[in-house]
């Protein structure tokens, strides 16, 4: 009879270990999100090479477009308050029409090779870039580098060079990469998802499988804004195939009981709470650099989270609208103080060529309407309700964490997701695009975690 309880006892104890370690792991999210039906046959894998390209056409279109644009008086001081500033539009304007020379700019973005496949019945483009060599008897690591919105792959052309060549730039070449860009579906030239519910998820399986059509079977990931969470959920689907995570933003959206109270008391009691020092300089007081920021800072994640299709038709009708768009977040997310700027401080850290160049891959690719309705597609179920949301991350992550971050995530807090977190830094300046900003920054901070899971084999004791 004992023998019988303990056998019972024991299968119960079994199926529940054995159903909650299949719970922390994501599904792949097989899709079809081109044309019609998906046809019986098999989907051709081939990867064929791309180059940006643009017709005569195209340019004159866009300049008829900026002459004849209208611009709305600012009111007397308001710099970027309201939103971007029409006096330094004007300026940006001017520029792009006499000085912008988009053809160079397109020899730039074409001095790295791009390609395009087919997966899930989209054509996704990627950029793909090899070390130029390899000292004798190592080997690049393959990383998976994801941006968000308003950017592009472009915002990781500065920091390329850093991570496939570290030595001629200073920096450590123990470690060597093989970096990988894609764009999101709906970004840039990936062609836009035909149906309702491309997600994160969605990009995160689409990505993964590119990986593994690539050849990788192991790599790294990083990311930040939407590429904070495909990455996310691409190391909760592939956990035994990504080596190590990294993130420059790494946001908590499944609160606790816990993190209510650190809001409440943290500022009083930080260590109770695992605050630091530099936590509560940029946290609190929290009604004014929490709640205030989210409500003033968040409206357009509200419109694009609902009807996006509605101020994208005007956005992609009108290249002056669209880069005003796009530049009021380039200023604001690099540091909110640019708001008390009339030029929004957006020279201070990037150059309107720049600039220019990702609002161009908006412009020529005509998508920013698929672009916005990635927030639709994550955001119309709520918050916090998403399988993914509630899931660990075991992979061994590392977080970069900027100081002009819209909203700070302290380690305390996102420890409580990423249960693996092996480097964790309070980074000196920068702000959300850390990429284009401070991309020496942030590839020491990449090399240094990939050194720490390298040299203890980290990604192997995943599972133990």
């Known amino acids: 009879m004992l023998l019988e309880i303990l056998l019972i006892l024991g299968t119960i104890i079994f199926y529940f270990l054995r159903s909650r370690k299949k719970e922390e792991t994501l599904s792949f999210k097989e899709g079809w999100w081109g044309r019609?039906?998906?046809?019986?046959?098999e989907e051709d894998a081939t990867i064929w090479p791309f180059k940006v390209e643009t017709t005569e056409k195209d340019l004159s279109d866009l300049y008829r477009r900026l002459?004849?644009?209208?611009?709305?008086?600012?009111?007397?001081?308001?710099?970027?308050?309201y939103g971007t500033n029409s006096v330094y539009l004007r300026k940006v304007v001017s520029y792009w029409k006499n000085q912008f020379n988009w053809k160079k700019q397109v020899e730039?973005?074409?001095?790295?090779?791009?390609?395009k496949t087919k997966i899930q019945g989209i054509d996704i483009h990627f950029v793909h870039v090899k070390p130029p060599c390899l000292p004798e008897g190592q080997s690049a690591k393959p990383l998976l580098m994801v941006h968000g919105w308003p950017g592009s792959f472009y915002e990781f052309y500065k920091i390329i060079p850093l991570l496939t060549d570290p030595a001629s730039h200073g920096l450590s070449d123990e470690h060597i990469f093989e970096v990988i860009c894609p764009s999101i579906p709906g970004y840039?030239?990936?062609?836009?998802?035909?149906k309702k519910g491309f997600n994160s998820v969605s990009a995160a399986s689409v990505f993964y499988e590119l990986m593994l059509r690539l050849g990788f079977s192991e790599f790294y990931a990083q990311g930040g804004d939407?590429?904070?969470?495909?990455?996310?959920?691409?190391?909760?689907?592939?956990?035994?195939?990504?080596?190590?995570?990294?993130l420059n933003l790494a946001s908590v959206t499944?609160?606790?009981?816990t993190h209510l109270l650190s809001i409440l008391l943290g500022r009083y009691l930080p260590g109770l709470f695992g605050f630091q020092e530099e936590d509560v300089r940029r946290m609190f007081p929290f009604l004014k650099k929490g709640l205030y920021r989210i409500l003033s800072e968040s409206g357009y994640a509200h419109i694009q989270a609902t009807k996006p299709d509605t101020v994208g038709c005007g956005l992609n009708d009108s290249p002056v609208g669209l880069a005003a768009y796009i530049l009021e977040k380039f200023s604001t997310w690099t540091d909110l103080e640019f708001r008390n700027l009339e030029d929004g401080g957006l020279e201070r850290k990037f150059n309107l060529d720049d600039l220019l160049t990702n609002i161009m891959i908006y412009w020529v690719s005509?998508?920013?309407?698929?672009?916005?309705r990635f927030y639709k597609e994550n955001l119309q179920k709520g918050i916090g309700t998403q399988k993914h949301e509630k899931l660990p991350v075991q992979v061994p992550?590392?977080?970069?964490?900027?100081?002009n971050e819209v909203m700070h995530t302290p380690q305390a807090w996102a420890q409580k997701k990423y249960t693996n977190i092996v480097s964790f830094h309070l980074m000196p300046k920068g702000g959300h695009f850390a990429a284009l900003e401070e991309p020496e920054l942030l590839a020491e901070d990449i090399l240094q975690f990939v050194g720490k899971v390298e040299k203890e084999q980290l990604w192997r004791k995943k599972g133990e």
Not at 108 to 115: E, R, V
Not at 188 to 194: K, L, W
Not at 227 to 243: D, E, F, R, V, Y
Not at 254 to 257: I, K, L, S, V
């Open 397 to 403: 992550t590392g977080i970069a964490s900027f100081p």
């Open 254 to 257: 499944n609160m606790g009981f």
């Open 366 to 372: 005509g998508c920013i309407v698929s672009s916005m």
């Open 226 to 246: 939407w590429g904070w969470l495909i990455c996310t959920n691409l190391a909760q689907i592939a956990p035994s195939h990504l080596k190590g995570l990294h």
């Open 36 to 41: 019609g039906q998906k046809p019986d046959t």
């Open 188 to 194: 840039g030239f990936s062609e836009a998802p035909h």
């Open 67 to 81: 002459d004849e644009a209208r611009f709305t008086e600012p009111l007397e001081d308001s710099c970027f308050h």
């Open 108 to 115: 730039i973005l074409n001095k790295y090779p791009q390609f």
